[in-house]
């Protein structure tokens, strides 16, 4: 059964540097998505991505992040300079495109902790 | 704005106990509501889903009932088994499509043989 992977599943990094994390949707899905979920709280929407371009994102995803498909496969989440509150579980999900008035199920993968000290 | 309530956890049950995780929404509109599953190690599930009020959704003896008037989705199982044993997450979609999920805090579920 295709199923969405990320990696890494645990990155550490200091105050201040660059991390990326990576996943890989499935394979036929055009519609991709990042969120997060600090340690004991809801899990939060970053952002979408659809054709090359963000389709939507909230009030987190400031210039401090970004988002890009750099090939076929990978779409890839992006944080320039990490703070402490960056700490949180970093789900990738896909969905096939919707149809109007239908839901299209988000598959999740397995999440990216990511520890910043 | 949007948002999912759901009960604190951790919850601890016997196996074949009965299951009630609560869930409760702020929506506008008419949103699609889920329960998603998270297994130890793995990615968020989707367990089930109701799409209008009055839907129940089921799936692995799991159920949950779409209550408009009282604004619910309350996942229920009759005797729970101790593969069942992860965190729920109840979510809503507040439009159809590809629009973002707004999600709980999540329950975590602890079964015992």
């Known amino acids: 059964e295709p199923e969405v992977t990320q990696t890494p599943s645990h990155q550490v990094t200091q105050m201040g540097q660059e991390v990326i994390l990576r996943c890989v949707p499935i394979?036929?899905?055009?519609?991709f998505y990042w969120y997060r979920q600090i340690l004991g709280q809801k899990v939060e929407f970053l952002v979408s991505?659809?054709?090359?371009?963000?389709?939507?994102k909230s009030e987190i995803f400031d210039d401090q992040f970004s988002v890009e498909r750099p090939d076929g496969s990978n779409f890839t989440l992006k944080i320039r300079s990490t703070k402490l509150e960056d700490s949180a579980m970093y789900f990738c999900?896909?969905?096939?495109?919707?149809?109007?008035?239908?839901?299209?199920?988000?598959?999740f993968g397995p999440g990216t902790r990511l520890t910043v000290l | 704005g949007n948002s999912v309530t759901q009960m604190e956890g951790p919850v601890t049950l016997s196996e074949e106990a009965f299951l009630t995780i609560n869930c409760t929404y702020t929506?506008?509109?008419?949103?699609?509501l889920f329960w998603y599953v998270q297994y130890p190690g793995e990615g968020l599930q989707l367990l089930l889903k109701?799409?209008?009020?009055?839907d129940k959704g089921s799936n692995k003896g799991f159920e949950a009932t779409y209550r408009k008037e009282t604004t619910s989705f309350h996942l229920e199982k009759g005797s729970v088994q101790v593969s069942d044993s992860a965190v729920y997450f109840c979510?809503?979609?507040?439009?159809?499509?590809?629009?973002?999920?707004?999600f709980g805090k999540g329950t975590r579920l602890s079964v015992i043989a």
């Open positions: 979510a809503l979609s507040p439009n159809s499509g590809n629009t973002p999920l707004v």
């Open positions: 929506a506008t509109g008419y949103p699609s």
């Open positions: 999900a896909s969905s096939e495109v919707g149809t109007s008035g239908f839901y299209n199920e988000q598959f």
């Open positions: 991505f659809y054709n090359n371009e963000i389709s939507e």
């Open positions: 394979s036929n899905h055009l519609y």
């Open positions: 109701a799409t209008k009020a009055d």
